[in-house]
């Protein structure tokens, strides 16, 4: 059986995994088949009431705290929820499961959740539906006090292949934690940070597989052919080995590779080009030196955030940082200052802005500006690690030249706020912005005189450009970093940089893919920030480029942008 669905291209080394699947059911918390045996019963149903106490007593304190002159309807939300989680329609449905099924207490609350919502589908109602979605608050909320009370089954998922509806980025790293071998999600784009996430981690994913939960079975072996975009199952043994030849032979060509990686990264005609990695986690820095990189050209820092109540206080972030600055031995380090929202919330929250459209919402520079006490402890640690080593600040999402002079302001405080307590740090901190909103490209000129660096995201700018939404995988097909509005907008970029004289460079997922790489440096780019495992096919490949040619073809292209075929003339450009 082949179940047809989106593959998300890792890197070298990590196409393929086969392993055991391990099924996540559905619904707004990730939660897996369990069972109990007959004597632990009694204990299971315990552990639910006691689930049920801890969720009302959390609705019972956010409801004092709620600030007065706030609407009555939102006590009265909440009053709706502390009902449901009092009243007999969900805790009689679990214990029944837990007595009958011998389910554990969270999967018997998950299959519970699905009878009733398969009841509420069947109704046309607009008001019943929105019950529905209370219940999915109300089962949620009991499903993480369960899951909190389990966490240390930390090797559950060793060498297993999750099949989830979707992923957050916070579930990816989790499962990382645990050990697990590859995953499979209904939902999501190849450009979400959860697929971002996956490839820099190393782990094969395959997302966008519609259906592919009820397809596959729980337990049976899996293969992920991400190069493919499948998963197999019920594979005769015959494939399976002629996968783990294939995985071995991935494996040997990354370590020979490796060994090179340290050579530099020159064009047939001698240019040399930087190549960066775009690191998730401070461990991740590991990697990116063992490939080669010449330091991080982004560093998201928003993952210190997740899975966890909290807020990460200064020190924290100065500990992190300083690591991370000691591993790249004396390499530039561009910290990214958080970009919190859309499908990174703030902890605590759903989504960053609590608006039906995240991605447009209050994320990244805006929410920082707004909450200037979020982003003042993470500047002075940037601030401080700056006295470490080669650090540079990068600013996620600017629209507007005043959110680069607001930010400039705080960071001016926060340096008189170091040297008034005595504490280093680099007075001269770069301070660059990442170009990644429309209005950011078109105005390009004004912010490369007011950064220090430029850096490209093109995910973002893909996904504002072409008004596609880059984790819904309903408008995937439309994500084309070819489009001739995206190209026109990044030639832009790379112009006004150069004519500034100020560094320009690109970190989203389009500078480590093979196939824009020569219409890249024809733009005349000559820096790439990418996931790790990425830099030692681009370096590679990088030796087999004559710039002059690319640029000669490049201007060619443009000056014919609307009925050019990048990818045919690309064809031409490959030189095998
Ligand atoms: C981008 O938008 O291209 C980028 C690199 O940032 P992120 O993927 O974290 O939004
Ligand atoms: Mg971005």
């Known amino acids: 059986m082949i179940v047809s669905c989106v593959g998300i291209g890792i890197g070298a080394g990590a196409r393929i995994a086969i392993g055991e699947a391990h099924l996540l059911c559905h619904g707004p918390v990730c939660v897996t088949p369990s069972w109990i045996s007959s004597p632990q019963v009694e204990q299971e149903i315990a552990r639910f009431e006691r689930a049920l106490q801890a969720a009302s007593q959390q609705l019972l304190e956010i409801r004092e705290q709620i600030p007065p002159g706030t609407p009555g309807e939102i006590a009265e939300f909440i009053d709706a929820h502390l009902m449901m989680l009092q009243d007999n329609a969900i805790s009689s449905g679990v214990k029944s499961l837990i007595r009958e099924r011998l389910s554990g207490a969270e999967w018997a609350l998950q299959q519970h959740r699905d009878n009733l919502v398969g009841v509420f589908d069947q109704m046309q109602d607009d008001y019943l539906r929105t019950r529905r979605d209370d219940l999915d608050h109300v089962v949620s909320r009991i499903q993480k006090v369960l899951l909190e009370q389990q966490e240390p089954h930390i090797s559950d998922l060793q060498g297993q292949i999750v099949l989830a509806e979707d992923l957050s980025p916070a579930d990816v790293i989790l499962l990382h934690n645990r050990g697990v071998m590859g995953f499979v999600t209904e939902y999501g784009g190849p450009m979400s940070h959860s697929a971002i996430l996956a490839r820099s981690l190393g782990i094969p994913a395959i997302v966008g597989a519609r259906g592919a939960s009820r397809c596959l079975r729980h337990g049976e072996l899996l293969i992920l052919d991400t190069d493919n975009g499948c998963v197999l199952a019920n594979c005769p043994p015959s494939l399976v080995s002629r996968f783990e030849d294939q995985r071995e032979f991935a494996q040997q060509r990354t370590a020979m590779l490796r060994r090179q990686s340290h050579q530099p ?40 955030y997740m899975n966890r109540r909290d807020l990460p206080d200064e020190e924290e972030h100065f500990e992190t940082y300083s690591a991370v600055v000691r591993g790249v031995q004396g390499h530039p380090v561009v910290i990214r200052s958080l970009d919190l929202g859309a499908d990174k919330p703030l902890p605590g929250q759903q989504d960053g802005s609590g608006s039906g459209n995240p ?13 200037p006490e979020l982003f003042r402890p993470q500047l002075r640690a ?75 995201g093109t995910n973002d700018l893909i996904q504002y450009t072409l008004a596609i939404d880059r984790v819904d995988d309903e408008v995937n097909y439309l994500y084309d970093p070819f489009h001739p509005a995206v190209l026109q907008l990044i030639r832009q970029v790379i112009e006004a940089a150069d004519s500034a004289q100020v560094p320009v460079s690109m970190c989203g997922e389009m500078a480590g893919d093979l196939r824009f790489l020569p219409l890249l440096l024809g733009m005349g780019l000559r820096s790439f920030s990418m996931q790790p495992a990425a830099l030692l096919d681009v370096k590679q490949r ?15 292209l443009f000056e014919d942008i609307y009925t050019a075929d990048p990818l045919t003339l690309l064809t031409h450009w490959h030189h095998h």
């Open 359 to 371: 991605a447009l919402g209050l994320r990244a520079i805006r929410l920082c500006l707004k909450e």
């Open 542 to 556: 990088i030796r087999e480029y004559d710039v002059p040619t690319l640029r000669t073809k490049t201007r060619k």
């Open 382 to 456: 940037i601030l401080r690690a700056s006295a470490l080593g080669d650090v540079r600040l990068m600013l996620p999402m600017l629209t507007n030249l005043w959110e680069v002079e607001q930010a400039r302001s705080i960071i001016r405080l926060c340096m008189q706020e170091l040297e008034s307590e005595g504490q280093a740090f680099d007075a001269a901190l770069p301070v660059g912005g990442m170009i990644e909103v429309p209005a950011a490209a078109l105005a390009a000129p004004a912010f490369a005189a007011a950064l220090d660096f430029l850096s490209i």
């Open 265 to 304: 990264a020159l064009t047939a005609d001698g240019q040399r080009i930087e190549l960066l990695a775009n690191i998730e986690l401070a461990e991740d820095v590991l990697v990116a030196t063992e490939n080669g990189a010449d330091g991080i050209g982004l560093y998201r820092t928003e993952f210190l």
